[in-house]
């Protein structure tokens, strides 16, 4: 393929990729600081996971989808019951290694391990969105491009908060981050050499990826909001959930300000 698609492809990917280090501010914030800011940290990645699902990744795969919301909403479904059934297998596994002292060290939550499938699952599809884009005009390629660097700052940050409430370190949670961010150049390459085949399956993947969110957002962080360890004021819960659901918006008023 012509270099001059391929390159901007990979380009804008890329860019997808490095956004995610966002998530290395954590290494600048006291512990003490880190600790009063995760209730409203969790409560905000929330809204992002519900403001994404339902603003972004739905309609995105309705409008794909065309004639078929049904099927949408099928996988929409599926997404939700796949993350349900993964949950309940890593509950398993953990009820069975319980036993041994060295698995009750550094204990890590079932929700932050679906939260790492559901981000690689996530921007495996931007990297498809990307490579689609461009396949189909560079100035949309452009244009999307910036709308998924945007859309990642705030999941990004909210993705950070939520694994290392899971258990894992400042560093692992980073590095673990910027791994699954890596699926955006796998999906952009994988798109340039089955185009057609992906385009095909691109409303399902997003349809999917939304059920994840959804479930994580109200299975796992809104009862860890309600415990006492992550304990705030109602107000300030509903406050930082508005927040994320607006980043999310905010992003759809952009778009159409600006390319639609």
Known sequence: MDASIT????????????????????FYVSESRLKRWMPLLIAVAVGVLLG?????????????AQSSESKVA?????????????????????DHAI???????????????MNLFGDGAHNFVDGVL????????????????IAIVLHEIPQEISDIAVLIQGGFSRRTAVLLNFFCATACIAGALITILFSQLMELN????????AGGFIYIATSDLVPLLRS???????????????????SMQAILW????NFL
């Open 7 to 26: 390159l901007p492809i990979f380009l804008g990917s890329a860019a997808v990729v490095l956004v995610s280090l966002i998530g290395a501010l954590v």
């Open 52 to 64: 994404d699902a339902f603003l972004h990744l739905i309609p995105d795969a309705m409008e794909m």
């Open 74 to 94: 099928l996988w929409v479904l599926i997404g939700v019951i796949s993350f349900v059934f993964l949950e309940s297998c890593l509950q398993w596994r953990h």
């Open 99 to 113: 036993t041994t002292a060295r698995e009750n060290q550094g204990e890590i939550a079932s929700f932050a391990k």
């Open 130 to 145: 990307i490579a689609s884009s461009f396949l189909a005009d560079p100035a949309l390629g452009i244009a999307t491009t």
């Open 202 to 209: 691109l409303s399902a993947m997003l349809a999917f990826t």
């Open 228 to 246: 006492e360890k992550l304990k705030a004021s109602i107000p300030v819960q509903f406050a930082s959930i508005t927040i994320g659901i607006l």
């Open 254 to 257: 952009w778009e159409s300000a």
